[in-house]
């Protein structure tokens, strides 16, 4: 007998402004969704408006079984796509889901601020943990996936290597 995993959140990352288009269309093929929105005003040279922003642009939210509701989500729009953490898809827990309700709820002004260090391409670093641990870096790609590339210099060698944000630590000067 096989046990099916229960469903957990995943993030999906959505075209830029299709956040709700997309989670219209999720919904429609009954596929459960969070995209939390925060209120904020707009101003124009004429006039200000309040509106309703995702609390992070371009995420949304979905409660899925990984192996049975992959395609069924993937088909809805060629422009979404599962967030990934190396070879992980990133998971949210459910506690973390309804902390943010909670906060939605409170109805208090917010913004999202990402305390993570953000890797700039052509920074020095050095790799902090994993096989590379020690060893100084120099960034050449920073998305999704870390890439960096480590000079040998004696032998004029460089070795290019994927790497996880959490696995790099602070600027080597």
């Known amino acids: 007998m096989c046990i099916s995993?229960?469903?957990?959140?995943?993030?999906?990352?959505v075209?830029?402004?299709?956040?709700?288009?997309i989670e219209n269309l999720l919904?429609?093929?009954?596929?459960?969704?969070?995209?939390?929105?925060?209120k904020t005003v707009r101003e124009w040279s004429d006039r200000k408006k309040e509106i309703e922003?995702?609390?992070?642009?371009?995420?949304?939210?979905v409660k899925i079984n990984l192996k049975k509701d992959t395609h069924k989500v993937l088909s809805v729009k060629?422009?979404?796509f599962f967030i990934r953490f190396g070879e992980e898809f990133a998971k949210v827990h459910?506690?973390?889901?309804?902390?943010?309700?909670?906060?939605?709820?409170?109805?208090?002004p917010m913004k999202v601020e990402n305390y993570a260090p953000l890797l700039?391409?052509?920074?020095?670093?050095?790799?902090?943990?994993?096989?590379l641990k020690g060893l100084n870096c120099e960034i050449i790609k920073a998305d999704n996936e870390n890439?960096?590339?480590?000079?040998i210099d004696s032998i004029k060698q460089n070795i290019v290597a994927t790497v996880p944000s959490s696995c790099i630590s602070e600027v080597v000067a």
Request: with cysteine.
């Open 53 to 61: 922003m995702p609390l992070f642009p371009s995420y949304i939210f």
């Open 27 to 38: 919904k429609e093929n009954q596929i459960e969704t969070f995209l939390p929105l925060v």
């Open 120 to 131: 700039k391409v052509g920074e020095y670093r050095r790799i902090d943990k994993g096989a």
């Open 78 to 80: 060629s422009y979404c």
């Open 94 to 108: 459910e506690y973390e889901i309804n902390s943010i309700k909670l906060l939605l709820n409170m109805n208090v």
């Open 5 to 13: 995993k229960p469903d957990q959140w995943y993030v999906l990352y």
């Open 15 to 21: 075209k830029a402004r299709h956040e709700r288009k």
């Open 147 to 151: 890439k960096v590339v480590v000079r």
